[in-house]
């Protein structure tokens, strides 16, 4: 798949900054994207939430950008922008018309090398709020807002860097020193722990002329080390019981499974989408059509760095138990096992995850994040091909055996159960 093998360069500046550049002309537009190596895994008991906090921190202005401009200088030259943070790294980009690059590089810059000589108590305490309040408008005060924490903590060990939610523990949140912020950027935000993309309508040359103008300078940080992780699997099932002010109850079960981008990876995701990705998939049909006793049903192979998970959820309808819920999907799970599944739909699974990658590349930001990806997990910007094509060659008895493998191991069973029933 030519389509698929895109043209980049990639080098390295002095001060350890990774650039990847793709030039493609078809619009004048151009995309921002800069990944830095840091994520909740990088964090430390009693700590939790810093990366997620500067997602929000790396709007508050820097030495020469006042608080909110960067929205601002952004979204006045045509452009939108965001950041994200999961366990693994922490993501901004910006995406606008090409001859308003240098701006983008000059505030991304900015807050790369000067942003603590903007930071105050008062920029961190509105901010440490701010957070504050989206947990417990997210998690704490959220119809099963604190189920994907329960299912976290119970599945990895503690101190395991994906043992809580990005987000962090609000106690964490609210005791945050300027110290701790102060020290946690001057580790992770730096040249040598982040890669930047630049792809679109660009000039090569001019646009490594301003890379260097603006990033080139600043100075690179302390020694980094890597969460330490050991072996780990639970050797028993884990059942919680948690009541909560819901009107329907809710079932979760998580697996241990496999890394990002390893063999089984793309395996599970296949099963997943014939557990429960259409109208038609197993759970679905059994769950939602045929016995009626359930409102939805998903489920979803998540892998990161650091490990994965396999998980099902499924809500209850009024009155039904989760005991039945729970036959039903253990029973589904085993007939993978013995029988495996059916030509069609691991074609029609397969067919529609090729679609909605293909689609996803007529986007440049999600060319321009695909490329920070790839180089982050893999090492190699250009894994486009290899990563459509892992789906290729599974089959039948993969499906099965890769469910056997995981899905009959010890799990977390969560159960949300309403508070409202002996009201």
């Known amino acids: 798949m030519k389509l698929l093998n ?8 002095n001060n350890g900054l990774e650039v990847i550049l793709h030039k493609d002309t078809s619009l004048p537009l151009v995309s921002v994207n800069i990944w830095y190596k840091v994520g909740s895994a990088y964090e430390e008991k009693g700590k939790t939430g810093l990366a997620h906090l500067f997602e929000h921190m790396m709007f508050q202005g820097s030495e020469n950008v006042p608080k909110e401009m960067h929205f601002r200088y952004i979204q006045e030259a045509g452009g939108t922008l965001n950041g994200s943070t999961n366990f693994d790294r922490t993501n901004y980009y910006e995406k606008l018309p090409s001859n308003s690059l240098e701006l983008a590089l000059w505030l991304e810059s900015d807050r790369m090398g000067y942003f603590l000589s903007a930071l105050t108590k008062e920029k961190l305490d509105n901010q440490k709020s701010v957070v504050a309040n989206e ?7 959220q119809p099963y807002g604190l189920a994907w924490e329960l299912v976290l ?6 101190g395991h860097p994906y043992s809580w939610a990005t987000i962090g523990y609000l106690d964490d949140i609210k005791n945050y020193t300027l110290e701790d912020v102060q020290n946690f950027f001057r580790v992770h935000y730096t040249p040598d722990n982040a890669a930047l993309v630049i792809a679109g309508d660009i000039e090569l040359n001019k646009t490594k002329d301003l890379i260097d103008k603006y990033f080139g300078s600043i100075i690179p940080s302390v020694q980094k080390k890597e969460p330490a992780i050991t072996d780990f699997r639970i050797n028993k099932n884990i059942i919680i019981e948690h009541l909560d002010n819901v009107q329907l109850d809710r079932l979760y079960l998580a697996w241990h499974t496999d890394k990002i981008y390893t063999n089984d990876d793309p395996t599970l995701d296949v099963l997943a989408d014939i557990l429960s990705g259409s109208k038609n998939s197993r759970l679905h049909k059994r769950l939602v059509f045929d016995e009626e006793i359930s409102q939805d049903v998903s489920a979803f192979q998540f892998s990161g760095k650091f490990g994965g998970m396999f998980m099902i959820i499924s809500t209850a309808k009024p009155g ?39 689609y996803s590349m007529q986007s440049l930001d999600n060319i321009a994040d695909r490329l920070n990806m790839y180089n982050f997990y893999l090492n190699e910007p250009n894994k486009f091909n290899f990563d459509l094509l892992r789906y290729n060659n599974i089959n039948n008895k993969d499906v099965a055996d890769v469910c056997r493998k995981y899905l009959s191991s010890p799990f977390v069973e969560l159960r949300v159960i309403s508070n409202k029933k002996n009201k």
């Open 320 to 358: 039904v138990s989760l005991d039945r819920i729970n036959k039903i999907i253990f029973d589904e799970i085993e007939t993978v096992i013995n029988r495996g599944v059916e030509d069609k739909e691991l074609i029609k699974t397969k067919n529609g995850i090729k679609a909605s990658y293909i």
């Open 135 to 141: 947990r417990l408008e997210r998690y704490d005060n």
């Open 6 to 13: 895109l043209p980049y360069e990639k080098y390295k500046l």
């Open 153 to 158: 903590k119970n599945l990895y060990p503690e």
